[in-house]
């Protein structure tokens, strides 16, 4: 080990030598590789934890570029996969690691193989179905997770440690209904994103280094342009479906299914479940980003060179593309997953 490179790290006393050389043999694999990917990324591999593999599905796009720190110009004009990416970044930062980009879509027929073997999962992902998943996987394989979301000036972040905390099916038995704010239809600020990757990479340390009585216990959260913050300290339900009855069910749904559609260039998405949305609030978030026209029957939405058809069902037609993981992403970026 170069003691130089963590000189600063070291001298720190709850880390010291012997943190240091646990962190360099220690693993963390990240689902979701946006703002909050790039920026746990960046930490976790500059704080020199052994082993970081990064998943994700899209590719780097101009406007990442704002809060997405590991991306540049280059990798936007290039379409580069952000896994990619960030992984030739990384390793030009930090040869001690061995940082691993895997281009993948993490559904429940693929997420185990993905995170086995790893100490910890951390959350860059932007929706509550993916949320759902890596709990039921971070339970049913006994894995710590760190949950982080950022919308607007928002952040929150929550640690999920089996059998020590509650899980995320504790504190949110059922996901939010109907229309979500996403960062591409309200907005974020970098500052925001760089509040709750510090909470979660810092936390992060704590747990690969078995100090657990350190966490912070709690869903903490903050909206950093109206200065305020809260924590609550959530407790283990006994009626969990996850932790209490080891119900994997997220495991075992389909993702939205996807069928290309033959000679139009456009790709159709149905939830697994009904989604009942508010097409007339999804008007009103989606009108400052492009063109919109709405029908008792649906909604149609321009952005770039996509159409988006959306159903009050959920189901949507995404034309422009027949990529099925470019559809899924474009969903999720404009509906909400």
């Not at 952040?155 to 995320?168: D, E, K, S």
Request: glycine fraction near 8%; proline fraction near 4%.
């Amino acid at each position: 080990m170069n003691r130089g490179k963590y000189s600063r790290q070291i001298l720190f006393q709850p880390i010291g030598m012997e943190g240091q050389e646990e962190l360099l043999r220690s693993s963390a694999v990240l689902i979701g590789c946006g703002a909050l990917g790039t920026a746990q990324a960046n930490a976790l591999v500059r704080a020199g934890v052994g082993r970081v593999r990064i998943i994700d599905r899209d590719f780097v796009e101009e406007s990442n570029l704002q809060r997405q720190l590991l991306f540049d110009e280059a990798d936007a004009a290039s379409s580069l996969p952000k896994a990619v990416a960030a992984e030739r970044k990384l390793r030009a930062i930090n040869s001690d690691v061995r940082v691993e980009g895997v281009v993948a879509d993490v559904e429940g027929q693929n997420i185990e193989s993905l995170v086995a073997g790893f100490n910890l999962i951390l959350d860059g992902t932007d929706n509550f179905t993916a949320r759902y998943l890596i709990n039921d996987a971070s339970v049913k394989l006994d894995i710590p997770w760190i949950y982080g979301a950022v919308v607007g000036s928002y952040a929150a972040t929550l640690n999920i440690v089996p059998g020590r905390t509650p899980c995320l099916a504790c504190v949110f038995p059922k996901a939010p209904e109907g229309v979500h704010d996403t960062c591409d239809t309200v907005g974020v600020i970098g500052p925001a994103v760089a509040w709750a990757a510090a909470i979660q990479t810092t936390e992060a340390l704590k747990i690969l280094l078995g100090c657990f009585d350190e966490l912070h216990g709690s869903l903490f959260s903050c909206d950093l342009w109206k200065n305020h913050s809260q924590r609550v300290r959530p407790k283990i339900s006994p009626d969990c479906r996850v932790c209490g009855a080891r119900e994997f069910t997220h495991l075992n749904v389909r993702t939205a299914a996807t069928t290309t559609l033959c000679g139009r260039d456009a790709v159709q998405i149905s939830p697994s479940e009904s989604r009942n949305l508010n097409l007339s609030q999804l008007r009103s978030r989606l009108e400052p980003l492009g063109s919109v026209r709405l029908n008792e029957y649906l909604l149609r939405f321009r952005v770039g060179v996509n159409d988006l058809t959306v159903f009050a069902d959920g189901r949507a037609i995404i034309k422009g593309t027949h990529d099925p993981a470019m559809a899924r992403s474009l969903y999720a970026k404009y509906i909400g997953a």
